[in-house]
């Protein structure tokens, strides 16, 4: 699927055509578009239950939310989908399908899924199911989506401990119990990692950075790249003391107790939380896969229904209507629109004129009728003297 692929959805009346017939109004369509802009599909949308226009202004109004949220909705189990492949724009793209097809052909051949949504249902009955459809997508996804990143976090934490350097990893393996003072009353061993460029400064400064330090107790234990681990004896009492001032200096104490056969227990947790990672990751790419295909179907779903409303708000009863898919590209979709502009100005009466060169103009301050009584104001669209909706998969 091509970024730079775009879509309208456009919607005219049978009368653009001499005979009134919805076929030849199809090829009229087709004709004003024209190849080189792009190609038109017919979009079949089903008669809905409508009510007064009053309802059906306040229904364009919720649709265009509505959409709003899918698009939205669409984008975030788009980013999940990307995030889980970590990226991989050709996996990704063999997950974005819909109904197991991929979006363009879907989009090309469109039809009305009657079993999840009646078509003898009214507008906003439909209005009402599509949005807690979307909703619970949303949620689900988000839902898995939390678990996934939860158990990335842990088994990256526990990664960390067994890869890291001296600060951080895990120090079962490397600390020799017997190093340790235990059952002590008096007595307390610190373990404190290094940074190797200040390593004098910590053997010159350690004994006297708080009282009683037990002198020349220092030991080390092992070092890398990055740090020394060193042991210190300090009395208890002065223990905390101790730990404060190591890191003003910037030395890193390290919490430790000693658990016998500690290192296997160690194994087996990180082994347990890598096959809980990677079965929450199996799960949280089904469902995202899942939602992703889901979510965009009701929100062409969703643009399908504001099509049928602003239909019949522009064109009025009987409905005797074409509407056409056109895929073009963004380069030329303003190419597309001013063909059509130029085709089907003269449905918006005076809204449209011409200048002394001939070319096409637009009154803006007399839009604003037309613009309310078909439910666009506010939504963000341009104003065309057809019904037309433009959108991107991504």
């Known amino acids: 699927m091509s ?64 959409e709003g949220v899918c698009e939205g909705v669409v984008g975030k189990v788009g980013d999940s989908l990307r995030t889980i492949l970590e990226g991989d724009e050709d996996k990704l793209a063999q997950q974005k399908t819909v109904n197991d097809r991929p979006v363009d052909q879907y989009l090309k051949t469109f039809q009305w899924n009657r079993l999840k949504y009646r078509a003898d249902r009214s507008v906003g009955d439909l209005m009402d199911s599509l949005q807690k459809e979307i909703a619970s997508i949303d949620n689900d996804v988000k839902s898995k989506y939390s678990l996934y990143n939860q158990a990335k976090t842990n ?26 003072i235990q ?3 008096y007595l307390e061993t610190h373990l404190i990692a290094v940074p190797n460029q ?54 890193i104490p390290r919490d430790f107790q000693y658990k016998q056969g500690g290192q296997e227990a160690e194994q087996k947790e990180l082994e347990r939380v890598a ?29 399908a229904l504001r099509v049928f409303v602003e239909t019949v708000l522009r064109y009025g009863l009987p409905l005797e209507f074409v509407c056409g898919l056109v895929q073009t590209s963004q380069k030329l979709t303003k190419k597309v629109k001013y063909s ?3 085709s089907y100005s003269y449905l918006a009466g005076n809204a449209f004129g011409r200048d002394k060169k001939g070319r096409l103009t637009k009154d803006d301050s007399s839009t604003a009728s037309e613009l309310q009584a078909a439910g666009q104001a506010g939504d963000g669209n341009e104003y065309t003297a057809y019904v037309c909706y433009e959108f991107e998969i991504v």
């Not at 730079?4 to 017939?21: F, G, H, K, W």
């Not at 017919?42 to 306040?58: H, M, N, R, S, Y």
């Not at 526990?158 to 350097?165: A, I, M, S, V």
């Not at 200040?198 to 740090?227: C, H, N, Q």
């Open 275 to 303: 096959k809980d990672e990677r079965r929450l990751w199996g799960e949280a790419l089904r469902l995202s896969r899942t939602g992703w295909g889901e979510s965009v179907m009701a929100w062409i779903h969703v643009l």
């Open 155 to 180: 088994l990256t934490a526990l990664e960390r401990k067994q890869t890291g350097n001296l600060s951080t990893k895990s120090l079962t393996a490397i600390v020799d119990p017997s190093l340790m």
């Open 3 to 66: 970024k730079a692929t775009r879509y309208l959805l456009v919607s005219l009346p049978n009368s653009i055509a001499p005979s009134n017939d919805h076929d030849e109004a199809l090829t009229a369509l087709r004709s004003a578009v024209s190849t080189d802009y792009g190609t038109v599909y017919p979009f079949k949308i089903p008669e809905f239950k409508i009510g007064t226009l009053d309802a059906l202004v306040q229904q364009a109004d919720g649709l265009a939310r509505l």
């Open 183 to 185: 059952d002590s009353e």
């Open 340 to 342: 059509l502009d130029t």
């Open 198 to 251: 200040i390593a004098k400064d910590f053997l010159k400064t350690y004994e006297t950075i708080a009282p009683m330090v037990v002198p020349r107790s220092s030991t080390l234990i092992d070092s890398d790249g990055e740090f020394s681990l060193y042991a210190v004896t300090t009395f208890k009492k002065h223990s905390q003391e101790f730990i404060h001032r190591s890191r003003e200096k910037r030395w």
